[in-house]
C-alpha cells in the first residue's frame, strides 16, 4: 500500500521569501502525486498533480513541484510567498494496482505561516 | 470543471441521533466516491470507497455499521452516521474523478462539519 510523509509539520516564512515543502512517498511503482492545499474550516484546493511526462510540474497560485523518483520526493515550491499562501498544505500520493480504481491517501499536512 | 456539492456544510445533532450527510457530483458522472474523515489540525483519514451500485469498501479500524454509505446513482453516494456520539464530531469530505482511473482528477467537496451534542 501507500504511504506518504510530510516532515515538516510546521513552516514559518516571510512574505516574499521562496518556499519548499517537503514530501516523500513509499510506493512500488510510479505513483500519482498530488498537492492540496486547505484553508481553515474550508475543503481542499488542488494546487497541482503529477502522474507521468515531465517531473517539474506547474500548478495554480505559482506554485510548482517536482517528482524526484530516485529520492521518493514530490516536493512543493514557491518562489515568492503571498501573505494569502498561509494555510495547510497537503501532500497526497494516489494508486492501488488492486482495485480497479486510485485510492488517494493524504500526508499528515504541513501548516504555513506567512510574516509580513 | 467538475464540482463536487456536499450537503450540508454544518450540522449539529443530539447523541443518539443520526447524521446523513450527501455528496453529489454536479457535472459529471462518479462511478467511485471517497469519504474522508478530518479531526482538529490533523489530516484527511481515507474512511471507505463507495462504489455504485455495489457495496463500500471501508478501511481498517472504519465501523461499517455505524457509518453507513450508499451510491445509489452515479451522481450521489450518502454517509449516514448511525446513533452519533461526542467522538464522531469532526469534518467529513468526499471526493469524486471524472476522468477515469489513472488521470488523478480527483475533486472535494467543501465538506461538512458534525457536531454532536
Known amino acids: 500500500a501507500q504511504s506518504v510523509t510530510q516532515p515538516d509539520i510546521h513552516i514559518t516564512v516571510s512574505e516574499g521569501a521562496s518556499l519548499e515543502l517537503r514530501c516523500n512517498y513509499s510506493y512500488g511503482a510510479t505513483p500519482y502525486l498530488f498537492w492540496y492545499v486547505q484553508s481553515p474550516g474550508q475543503g481542499l484546493q488542488l494546487l497541482l498533480k503529477?502522474?507521468?511526462?515531465?517531473?517539474l510540474v506547474q500548478g495554480i497560485k505559482g506554485f510548482e513541484a517536482e517528482f524526484k523518483r530516485s529520492q521518493s520526493s514530490f516536493n512543493l515550491r514557491k518562489p515568492s510567498v503571498h501573505w494569502s499562501d498561509a494555510a495547510e498544505y497537503f501532500c497526497?500520493?494516489?494508486?492501488?494496482?488492486?482495485?480497479?480504481?486510485?485510492?488517494?491517501?493524504f500526508g499528515p499536512g504541513t501548516s504555513l505561516s506567512v510574516i509580513p | 470543471g467538475a464540482v463536487v456539492s456536499q450537503h450540508p456544510s454544518r450540522v449539529i445533532c443530539k447523541s443518539g441521533t443520526s447524521v446523513k450527510i450527501e455528496c453529489r457530483s454536479l457535472d459529471f458522472q462518479a462511478t467511485t466516491m471517497f469519504w474522508y474523515r478530518q479531526f482538529p489540525k490533523q489530516s484527511l483519514m481515507l474512511m471507505a470507497t463507495?462504489?455504485?451500485?455495489?457495496?463500500?469498501?471501508?478501511e481498517q479500524g472504519v465501523e461499517k455499521d455505524k457509518f453507513l454509505i450508499n451510491h445509489a446513482s452515479l451522481t450521489l453516494s450518502t454517509l449516514t452516521v448511525t446513533s452519533a456520539h461526542p467522538e464522531d464530531s469532526s469534518f467529513y469530505i468526499c471526493?469524486?474523478?471524472?476522468?477515469?482511473?489513472?488521470?488523478?482528477?480527483?475533486?472535494f467537496g467543501s465538506g461538512t462539519r458534525l457536531t454532536v451534542v
Open positions: 471526493s469524486a474523478s471524472n476522468q477515469g482511473r489513472g488521470a488523478g482528477g480527483y475533486t
Open positions: 497526497a500520493v494516489g494508486a492501488d494496482r488492486k482495485t480497479s480504481y486510485d485510492k488517494v491517501i
Open positions: 463507495s462504489n455504485e451500485g455495489s457495496k463500500a469498501t471501508y
Open positions: 503529477y502522474f507521468s511526462g515531465d517531473t
